[in-house]
């Protein structure tokens, strides 16, 4: 089969980086640093603050313009802004369950169970690996305090059809956006849609501050909680009158969540970067799809047709799936499931329930490399080794 030729390029970015194939390893994940943050590191190393100061503000400024959002609480990981999320929609009810997805990170759903909320699960389609809107709305009882939704690999759910079912029941919708920065749905980032969103600045996802996170409230009252809840439930803005912060009230105890200047200053760094990682990680994806598209074993995970895909994952369909992995490692080729459906795992055996769709997406989903170090050869070769061996 012929491999399409290339789509496009990076578009004069201004950076120097290399794509040619320097090495017969393709890898699935590769962490991206600009060669700026060592300079912004270390002038923030020197300062004398390393803690959450101005440097964090910045990026939060930074970020939230970027989301096309008013404000954004920075956190010092994804699971963090998760948990924040988590705590908000639960708000101190003692029966609260959410409706949320098994395909995802683990994170994803331990931050429920930490804020003691039980966990109902919706099933998902079986192409996207995204939560199924059909499926949600007859999981809804009195108990529900949230819905919460996974764009997988960086693929926008329907959000339009759940952020209406969260309206018409007066439930918030969370949306876990950790694979999903720089996607857009109906034209707006993802961000600036549902009532809490989280995002992941983890080591391998497209813009890294090392570790870190952000949630997005949309409500300004939840932000001034996150906000406050972020550090123990202090008001680090607020000055008493004698002996700095020891005079103010706690109301609400709170968590050690907050970022730090340093990885502050390195998310900056990186997310001046996003443009052209975005249009490269997409250039490849499309490249697969013209690959794959008269394939009769390979399956493309689709996306929605109102969204952008960040295509931090590509993620494909065969029957032979563990078979395919282990020859595209074999040929030095990155593959895997990037993660595994969490209603198996022991720590959530009570909320098991049939997930006939989830089912058929785990036995055959794999999972190929897209990034920006793809280079043209790279893609062809990944390809073609995928075309040959899928069964």
């Not at 390029?9 to 699935?28: F, N, W, Y």
């Not at 391998?204 to 439930?233: E, F, M």
């Not at 990680?281 to 995970?301: E, K, L």
Request: hydrophobic share 40%; proline share 4%; charged share 20%.
């Amino acid at each position: 089969m012929a491999i399409p030729q290339s789509i496009g390029d990076l578009g004069g970015c201004g950076l120097s980086v290399k794509l040619e194939s320097q090495e017969r390893a393709i890898p699935l994940f590769k962490v991206f640093m600009a060669e700026s943050a060592q300079a912004a590191v270390t002038r923030v190393l020197y300062s004398g603050y390393l803690g959450e100061g101005e440097e964090v503000a910045s990026f939060e400024r930074e970020l939230a313009a970027r989301l096309s959002v008013d404000r954004l609480v920075a956190t010092n990981s994804g699971t963090s802004a998760l948990h924040l999320a988590c705590h908000i929609a639960v708000d101190g009810a003692a029966d609260a369950e959410f409706i949320t997805t098994p395909m995802t990170c683990a994170a994803t759903n331990a931050s429920i169970v930490r804020n003691g909320a039980r966990i109902v699960w919706a099933d998902i389609d079986s192409l996207s690996g995204n939560i199924d809107p059909d499926e949600i709305e007859p999981l809804i009882t009195q108990k529900t305090r949230a819905i919460v939704m996974v764009h997988w690999g960086g693929n926008p759910c329907d959000i339009g059809r759940i952020r209406d079912l969260g309206q018409a029941h007066g439930i918030p919708v969370i949306e876990d956006a950790a694979q999903a920065l720089g996607a857009t749905y109906q034209g707006q980032p993802i961000g600036a849609h549902s009532d809490l969103v989280a995002f992941s600045f983890q080591a391998i996802k497209q813009v890294t501050s090392i570790d870190g996170g952000a949630l997005v409230c949309k409500a300004p009252h939840n932000d001034a909680r996150a906000r406050l809840l972020r550090w123990y439930g202090i008001d680090r803005e607020a000055s008493a009158p004698q002996d700095l912060r020891c005079e103010l009230d706690i109301e609400e105890v709170g968590y050690k969540f907050h970022m730090n200047n340093v990885s502050a200053a390195v998310g900056r760094e990186n997310l001046k970067h996003l443009d052209w990682m975005l249009m490269r990680h997409r250039d490849n994806a499309r490249f697969y799809d013209a690959a794959f598209g008269g394939s009769t074993t390979i399956s493309v995970a689709p996306q929605h047709p109102d969204g952008v895909s960040a295509c931090w994952l590509y993620t494909i369909h065969v029957a032979n799936r563990d078979e395919l992995m282990g020859t595209l490692r074999d040929e030095g080729i990155g593959a895997s499931k990037v993660h595994t459906r969490n209603d198996t795992y022991s720590a959530f055996a009570d909320y098991r329930r049939p997930l006939p769709k989830c089912e058929e997406f785990q036995a055959t989903h794999l999972c190929i490399p897209v990034g920006w170090w793809v280079s043209d050869a790279d893609r062809e070769r990944v390809a073609e080794c995928v075309i040959k061996f899928a069964r």
